[in-house]
């Protein structure tokens, strides 16, 4: 008689410990975003380009090739050398005779790893019928390495140009042509200019040119060091300007890239800190997000009909804002797709609802374990104990910026170019991997599985990380709520891990390293898009340490770290709650270990003695 196959196995049903979280509230949550998406999409706005200016530009391309190649023959412009001072003395000369308000503002910075440099900005300055002011700016410094005929001598022929042009012109607005210095180290000048500049309380515009020479098409940078971009009216009216000179207008990042740049701001561009301080500002270059390498720099590859076609673009710009300055609203956060922006608080909106499916799920989780009384104190503490080791990581980081172990400077980006990612100290390195190193041994005592721990034990782990994930939720809202991007795919991929328990390990596994797809874009914008590979993580750290990014992402990195250490223990099987009192020793690691080492010296003395009186007998 053939034997009867067996029955095939049935599905969990759903609310069991093998399915626990609830897939129907989940997806019909999921419904509620579409109203924020009705509302974002209503928000997409166009903004207007301002009229152009009755004066039309008349700059020629070969003419400013020329005057970059003079400017250039100081090919080492490096901050406080002799380069440096013979390039200011230079533009003070071209400009000199044409009656210009010339004035020289010196200042020093600390830069990580070369130490205090000596700067000066140099403003020539045309007052206008109105004390408005209106910045046009190019960094003239560079790194030494080269000529640096595109970054920054295009730039610096063009200001000298422009100035050039309205010395023998009264305009509306009050005019400061600046050629800062330290641009190249992250904007040192600009962000003297706005510390300690007169004028700074009066800017309503600024616009920065740097490397506008190169092949390239036309580019434009609007973020700032916050997460705010520039004035919607001045990015479509610099725009509109590029496009009837170039014929077509300038390139734009995609949807993603601003996201990122919202969530986590970056930007080493001159009118970033204009931005962070509400003023519009905008940045013309032909040039990617990584600055090229100025070796090959040199005034034989500048392209004169493209800089002639953004120097133009520049002026008929400069013209447009001298005659209408007060319609170009303030900085705001938004989204631009082609010539229509969506407004930010609608995407903070849609990214907050998005929280909604997970939160809706994670709570009733929560509620099936107190149906169940499934007691979570134990996983509770298992999480707190890992809370504490990425704690302890980030207080000694933070300790080793104070004490000054790791380089200091000022809170501006460090040039993308130089060693920031490659030479940290090696004894600051060490001190953390060894202080490291005993948190983790004193924390993994309790955390090691010492007995089979059973299903009720182990969805206690995953529901409180859930948890634990949940209120740092709320704190990315209260901070920056487009730093959600970051945090999301985590929170809607590990939600489900309990239901996976019974699924094979490379199932689980996937689901894992998928919720660190957050952090890998902000890793990767750093690596592929600023072109500095396997550093970018190195470089970030740097930035913490000379205070660019704020405190608050470290406070909200350790939660998350330890709701990740705890999920990915429980993925692994290498989880346990927190053993009680008849569970561990009686001597916590730090006490066993302190006693071994006296009980070590003991037992050492007493042999040595015992030989002693052994000769002696």
């Not at 019928?129 to 063009?158: C, E, K, L």
């Not at 634990?468 to 991929?493: D, I, M, R």
């Not at 000379?546 to 998350?560: C, H, R």
């Amino acid at each position: 008689m053939a034997a009867v196959p067996p029955p095939p196995a049935r599905r969990p049903r759903p609310g069991s410990l093998e399915r626990p979280v609830n897939a129907k509230l989940y997806r019909g949550t999921w419904l509620l975003v579409g109203l924020p998406l009705l509302v974002a999409a209503f928000s997409v706005a166009r903004p207007t380009p301002l009229p152009p200016p009755e004066q039309l530009s008349a700059l020629d391309g070969a003419s400013l090739v020329s005057l970059a190649s003079e400017f250039v023959q100081n090919s080492n412009r490096y901050p406080g050398s002799l380069g440096a001072n013979n390039a200011a003395d230079w533009f003070r000369d071209q400009l000199r005779p044409y009656g210009l308000q010339l004035r020289t503002e010196r200042f020093s910075a600390v830069v990580p790893r070369i130490g205090t440099l000596h700067m000066q900005n140099l403003l020539a300055v045309s007052p206008g019928r109105s004390s408005q002011t209106i910045v046009v700016m190019a960094h003239r410094d560079n790194d030494g390495a080269g000529p640096g005929a595109n970054d920054n001598g295009s730039g610096t022929a063009a200001l000298v140009e422009l100035a050039r042009a309205y010395s023998v012109l009264t305009p509306a607005h009050t005019l400061v042509f600046l050629s800062t210095d330290g641009g190249a180290f992250g904007g040192l000048g600009a962000a003297e200019f706005l510390g300690h500049a007169p004028e700074r309380h009066n800017v309503v515009a600024v616009i920065n040119l740097d490397s506008i020479g190169g092949p390239g098409r036309p580019r434009l940078q609007v973020g700032g060091d916050t997460p705010r971009t520039t004035s919607g009216t001045l990015l479509e009216t610099t725009a509109a300007r590029i496009a009837k000179e170039a014929g077509r207008g300038p390139a734009r990042p995609s949807v993603l890239r601003q996201l990122v740049d919202l969530g986590f701001p970056f930007n080493p561009w001159e009118q970033a800190p204009f931005i962070s301080r509400g003023i519009p500002a905008v940045t013309i270059t032909t040039t990617g997000d990584r600055p090229p390498s100025q070796a090959a720099d040199t005034a034989q590859r500048l392209d004169a009909t493209r800089l002639g076609e953004v120097a133009r673009a520049a002026q008929d710009l400069l013209g447009t804002l001298d005659q209408g300055a007060e319609f170009v609203q303030g900085t705001s956060s938004y989204v631009y797709v082609g010539s229509r922006v969506i407004r930010g608080w609608a995407i903070e909106l849609v990214l907050m609802s998005m929280l909604l499916p997970f939160f809706a799920a994670a709570i009733d989780l929560f509620a099936r374990c107190r149906r169940r009384r499934i007691p979570l104190g134990a996983a509770l503490r298992s999480y707190r104990s890992r809370f504490a080791f990425w704690a302890w990581t980030a207080v000694l980081f933070e300790f080793f910026t104070i004490v000054g172990l790791w380089p200091a400077g000022a809170a501006r980006p460090p040039e993308l170019t130089g060693s920031a990612a490659r030479h940290w100290p090696a004894f600051g390195l060490l001190m953390l991997g060894v202080l490291m190193l005993a948190g983790w041994l004193v924390a993994r005592d309790r955390l090691l599985p010492t007995r089979h721990i059973s299903a009720e034990e182990e969805l206690a782990g995953y529901t409180v990380a859930l948890l634990c994930l949940c209120a740092l939720a709320l704190l990315v809202v209260a901070t920056n709520p487009f730093a959600l991007l970051f945090v999301l795919p985590s929170l809607h991929l590990w939600l489900w891990l309990p239901n996976l328990r019974s699924r094979t390990g490379w199932l689980r596994a996937a689901v894992v390293l998928g919720g660190f797809v957050g952090p890998a874009l902000v890793l990767g914008s750093f690596a592929f898009r600023f072109g500095l590979g396997w550093d970018a993580p190195w470089y970030i750290l740097e930035l913490r340490a000379l205070g660019y990014v704020p405190f608050v992402v470290t406070v909200l990195l350790v939660p998350w770290f330890a709701a990740a250490g705890q999920l990915a223990a429980l993925t692994a099987g290498r989880y346990a709650p927190y053993p009680d009192v008849t569970e561990r020793p009686r001597l916590g690691p730090f006490r066993r270990v302190v006693r071994h080492i006296v009980l070590g010296r003991r037992a050492r003395r007493r042999a040595s003695e015992s030989a002693r009186r052994a000769l002696g007998g």
